[in-house]
Nanobody, 123 residues
Framework: QVQLVESGGGLVQTGGSLRLSCAAS????????MGWFRQAPGKERECVAA????????YYADSVKGRFTISRDNAKNTVYLQMNSLKPEDTAVYRC????????????????WGQGTQVTVSS
């Protein structure tokens, strides 16, 4: 059974940084693309970043370009989201997801999802 477990969320001030981690188990991690989504209360779920199995291809939402960086360590079965220059509008529950292709992730059709980690940015 595939499991995705996020960690690294918390409370940070505007302009601060956080690094989220998502540890995967249950299938060959390096065969699959990974992504990060977020959802704030009353707002639609948004794919903020995705990365191909090799790490060569990445996707970023316009709202986070230049501030967030997605990366992966296939030896550790872990994907990361480095978030810099955080803003109050980044406050949300962040979840990781996996699918075969980046395009599948960005359209919200991932086959497995984590439970999420809360990120709160204070003004």
């Amino acid at each position: 059974q595939v499991q995705l477990v996020e960690s690294g969320g918390g409370l940070v001030q505007t302009g601060g940084s956080l690094r989220l981690s998502c540890a995967a188990s249950g299938r060959t991690f390096s065969n699959y693309a990974m992504g990060w989504f977020r959802q704030a209360p009353g707002k639609e779920r948004e794919c903020v970043a995705a990365i191909s199995w090799s790490g060569e291809n990445t996707y970023y939402a316009d709202s986070v370009k230049g501030r967030f960086t997605i990366s992966r360590d296939n030896a550790k079965n872990t994907v990361y989201l480095q978030m810099n220059s955080l803003k109050p509008e980044d406050t949300a529950v962040y979840r990781c997801a996996t699918a075969l292709h980046v395009a599948t992730i960005t359209t919200g059709r991932s086959d497995y999802w984590g439970q999420g980690t809360q990120v709160t940015v204070s003004s």
